[in-house]
């Protein structure tokens, strides 16, 4: 083939992306015919929190884009069905009264589409659960943001449920009724109540696990520290995973199953590791300057709590080709790290590497070579970017399990950190 006929073979497969709505009219398209999230990520073979993604502005590619192309036209031309049918049925019928049209009008308002926005009030408003006075708002309506607080929902097991559908008050409301109730009317925006499981939990109300296992292990071997300690050491990983699943509870981004992942992730061996470079620098300064010098301990990632605040993918793994990097995203990289002309005086960001040229780095090594590149410290060029599996980014997906930790280490006593091998246990 020659170099012509290469290209007439290009541009006779090439073909324009499909065209997608406006981002604020796809979640209209989906909640108008009663679809969850969920239920369109299955058939589109994505997590829910990509199409939420998708509907909040972010654009997919390739396959993928067709699909949910195809989905938001159908999607369209069954409403536009359903509406010319409705019309139709209007003009064989007798028109009801304008009480009736009115409360068909609200009833075909989707419960819920409203912005669930938060917003804190100048001054306390009461509650639409339960009468007592809140400080913020959900969807312009006051209510509690802690469960605590909140009378309606405090010690109940059920979580309540949003209504349907505002729906106005048979008769007037009698006279000894509390003047705090507030009760929605046909004329006011449906009550959008935010489900307990969905609220922050305040880390003053969860459990003392870690105080309880330290208790518990002293008791078990009559007060002799040294056996305790072994004790929990042994149990320390089941442990820390209890303390993990206590502290997400409540939280926005609970784990319903395991997602797709990419082989780079996958061990390669049984005893072996995945493809992710792992920076562990052995680094010597040959000789100081004169004069006096302050010394900065250096550790490897992971080694302090701070490290648990840390970007971190919540969702199913998208492959981009992308040399651009979204700070709204989370994942693994693979990249050309830049040129380190700073040996002398400060370690490689990437540690010491034996062979050149591409590897797998997470999210934080990315960031920090971006961070080093840019205009306040301009130690080197940009990293290259080559392909990336990320997907939605948070910083608080550990923030209560850090706490937590925090809290335990700052109740053990200022030694706690000064041998690691013998913290003392004063829980």
Known sequence: ??????????????????????????????????????????????????????????????????????????????????????????????????????????????????????????????????????????????QHLDPVECSATYGQPQRPTPPAKAEAPAEPAPAEAPPTTATPTASAKPVKIVPVGRRVQPASELPDLIGDAVAAALAEHAGDVDAAIAALVKRAIPDAMALLDETRKGGRYDIVAHPWIPDILRKQTARGADQIWEARPKWARPELPAGRHEVTALDINGAYLSALKTHLPIGQLEHSTDSHHDRRRAGVHLITPPVWEHDAVLPNPVGNRDEPGPLWVTEPTLRLLLRLSGPKYGLCDPPEIHESFTSGATEGLLEKFRMALNGARDRAGPRSGSRPGRRPLRD
Not at 101 to 129: F, H, I, K, M, R
């Open 1 to 142: 083939m020659t170099g012509f006929e290469a290209i007439d073979a290009l541009l006779a497969g090439a073909r324009q992306e499909a065209e997608l709505p406006p981002a604020g009219q796809r979640r209209v398209l989906r909640e108008a015919l009663n679809l969850s999230r969920t239920q369109v990520a299955r058939v589109l073979g994505v997590s829910p929190s990509t199409v939420g993604g998708w509907e909040s502005g972010r654009d997919p590619s390739g396959e993928i884009r067709e699909k949910y192309a195809y989905f938001l036209e159908g999607a369209r031309t069954k409403l536009e069905e359903q509406a010319e049918s409705a019309g139709e049925e209007a003009l064989s019928e007798e028109p009801a009264d304008q009480s009736s049209a009115n409360q068909d009008s609200a009833d075909a308002e989707p419960a819920g589409s409203g912005a669930d926005e938060v917003e804190t009030l100048s001054a306390p408003q009461p509650c639409v659960l339960c009468g007592r006075p809140a400080g913020h708002q959900v969807a312009g309506f006051p």
